[in-house]
C-alpha cells in the first residue's frame, strides 16, 4: 500500500501563489494514478488536478486552468501543485489521492481512490 502526505497549505492574499507537495511512501508513484482534490466548507468535494501516469497528459477543472500546474518529482516520490493568481473562492482543504486500476473516464471522481492523505488548509484572504 501506499501512503500520502500534504505539505505547504497557509494564508496566502488574493493574487498570491503557494506550492502544494504530497509525499508517497511504501510504493512508487509511477505505479499510480495521482491526482489532487479540494473541499470547500459546507462544499462536495472538488476535482482539481491528475494524471494516470508520469508523462501522461495532465488534466485540470476549469476553475483552476491556466492558474495551476501539477507535476510529479521521480526521485522524490512526490506530486506537486503549483497554484497561482489564487482566489478567495481557492479556499478549501486540499487533499492528493492515489489509486492503481482507474480508467481515464474515472480519474475525476473522488469515490474511485483508494488512497489519501489527510489534507492541507489554503485560505486565501481578500
Known amino acids: 500500500q501506499v501512503q500520502l502526505v500534504e505539505s505547504g497549505g497557509g494564508l496566502v492574499p488574493a493574487g498570491g501563489s503557494l506550492r502544494l507537495s504530497c509525499k508517497a511512501s511504501g510504493r512508487s508513484i509511477n505505479t499510480y494514478t495521482m491526482t489532487w482534490f479540494r473541499q470547500a466548507p459546507g462544499k462536495e468535494r472538488e476535482f482539481v488536478a491528475g494524471?494516470?501516469?508520469?508523462?501522461?497528459?495532465?488534466y485540470y477543472s476549469d476553475s483552476v486552468k491556466g492558474r495551476f500546474t501539477m507535476s510529479r518529482d521521480n526521485a522524490k516520490n512526490t506530486v506537486y501543485l503549483q497554484m497561482n493568481s489564487l482566489k478567495v473562492e481557492d479556499t478549501a482543504v486540499y487533499y492528493c489521492?492515489?489509486?492503481?486500476?482507474?480508467?481515464?473516464?474515472?480519474?475525476?471522481?473522488?469515490?474511485?481512490?483508494?488512497?489519501w492523505g489527510p489534507g492541507t488548509q489554503v485560505t486565501v484572504s481578500s
Open positions: 494524471n494516470r501516469r508520469n508523462g501522461d497528459m495532465i
Open positions: 489521492a492515489a489509486d492503481r486500476q482507474l480508467i481515464l473516464s474515472s480519474l475525476r471522481t473522488s469515490s474511485q481512490y483508494d488512497y
